[in-house]
Structure formats: C-alpha cells, structure tokens
Nanobody
C-alpha cells in the first residue's frame, strides 16, 4: 500500500507565506510526477503545480511567481512554498503522486488526504 501524508496548512494573513510538505511511503518502486492540486468550496479541483522526476515544473497561471514547487527524490517528498498569499488561494490542498508500486505494475495516481489553507485577515 502507498500513503501520501501532507502537512503545513493553516491560517495566514494576506501577503503571508506557508510551506506545504508531502511524503509518499509504502510499497514504492518508482515515482514519476508529483504535484499539488487544490479545491475551494463550490469549485472543482484544479492543478496548482507539478514537478517531474528530473525537476521540470509546471504552474497554474494564478500562482506563477508566488509559489515554488520542489521535490526530494530520496525521500519521495514534494514541497510547495507559497508566498504572497491571497484570499483566493484559500482551499484544501491535495498532494498527488504518479508512481509505480512494483517493477511490473503500471503507473497510478495516488492522493493525500488534503490540508486546509486559509488566507484571511
């Protein structure tokens, strides 16, 4: 079994910063892309940022220049540094990992349980 455990959410004032962390554990053979998605109340889940195993990153236009995604392949971990936070960044943030749990298996999506980020004064 594979688990993704997130941490780092919370309440922050507009303009503030937060850093989200996510680590994958369990039966893991290899990890492809990792990323962060978010879902605000009444809205669909949307991509925030992704990073490939060789470090190529992709961001939603709404977070470019403010958020930075990084990963530690040795720890099967992904991080999201969020700066200059805005009220519209308020959402539940979900970690995603596309990984292979054994040598002969396929690549599947795994999700964390989500962590709440609230930006409010």
């Amino acid at each position: 079994q594979v688990q993704l455990v997130e941490s780092g959410g919370g309440l922050v004032q507009p303009g503030g910063s937060l850093r989200l962390s996510c680590a994958a554990s369990g039966s893991i053979f290899s990890v492809n892309a990792m990323g962060w998605y978010r879902q605000a109340p009444g809205k669909q889940r949307e991509l925030v940022a992704t990073v490939t195993s060789d470090g190529r990153s992709n961001y939603a236009d709404s977070v470019k220049g403010r958020f930075t995604i990084s990963r530690d392949n040795a720890k099967n971990a992904v991080y999201l540094q969020m700066n200059s936070l805005k009220p519209e960044d308020t959402a539940v943030y979900y970690c995603n990992s596309q990984l292979r749990s054994n040598r002969f298996g396929g690549v599947y999506d795994y999700w964390g349980q989500g962590t709440q980020v609230t930006v409010s004064s």
